[in-house]
């Protein structure tokens, strides 16, 4: 004698007095198969005293020519409320955990752990307005130290830039005063250099002699 529904969230229970069938597994293995992947139970294996209730079959599936309500051959069960049955699941969960939570474990090492855990989980905050202003004034710290760092890297390419222009005017000038054999720059400058005529370079010169660096 059936005693319950096997589909997930459904309370049918066997009650002569009310007009619900309950309906074995069938035996035949893929008719088998098929009802259990409909009833999306994890795990679940039916045996010969497991049920389905007549609530998860559609009218056209039942048989009525004899006294009983019967199955036909190829029905199959099609009406399932899964939507109800999670959401009941949900609310099981979410009374356990409040549950759990109104017992808390006490001692101050439970909210030493949790303020660890908290800034593990948040690395980029800070615990008090004090130490968020002392990274700020490091930082500002570090950004002037880089600035520093910057301009004095320009004035030394500048320089370096003067030194090279100078070298390249003074050697190209012995050359148009023929104090230099004709061609010996080019094995003395950089290519880049050799291959700029002479009224380039004073310009260049001019221009390197009146440029300022911008502020930093």
């Known amino acids: 004698m059936p005693t319950n529904c096997a589909a997930a969230g459904c309370a049918a229970t066997y009650n002569k007095h009310i007009n619900i069938s309950f309906h074995r597994f069938p035996l035949d293995p893929k008719r088998r198969k098929e009802w259990v992947r409909l009833v999306r139970r994890k795990n679940f294996v039916p045996g010969k005293h497991t049920f389905l209730c007549s609530k998860h079959f559609e009218?056209?599936?039942?048989?009525?020519?004899?006294?009983?309500?019967?199955l036909k051959m190829d029905a199959v069960p099609t009406i399932f409320d899964f939507c109800t049955h999670i959401k009941s699941m949900k609310l099981k969960s979410r009374s356990l955990l409040k549950k759990?939570?109104?017992?808390?474990?006490?001692?101050p090492w439970n909210l030493k752990s949790n303020s660890q855990q908290v800034l593990l989980e948040h690395s980029y905050a800070f615990r008090n307005p004090m130490e968020a202003k002392k990274r700020i004034i490091k930082l500002e710290k570090e950004i002037a130290s880089l600035r520093r760092k910057m301009k004095t890297c320009l004035q030394r390419e500048r320089r370096a830039t003067q030194r090279w222009i100078?070298?390249?005017?003074?050697?190209?000038?012995?050359?148009?005063?023929?104090?230099?054999?004709?061609?010996?720059s080019e094995h003395i400058l950089p290519t880049v250099l050799n291959n700029l005529p002479l009224e380039d370079f004073k310009l260049l010169e001019q221009d390197q002699q009146g440029k300022t660096f911008p502020v930093l």
Do not use: I, Y
Request: proline share 8%; net charge positive; hydrophobic share 30%.
């Open 100 to 107: 759990n939570d109104s017992f808390p474990p006490t001692g």
């Open 59 to 70: 009218a056209s599936c039942f048989d009525l020519t004899g006294q009983t309500r019967r």
């Open 166 to 184: 100078k070298a390249t005017c003074f050697v190209k000038n012995l050359e148009a005063n023929n104090m230099l054999p004709k061609g010996l």
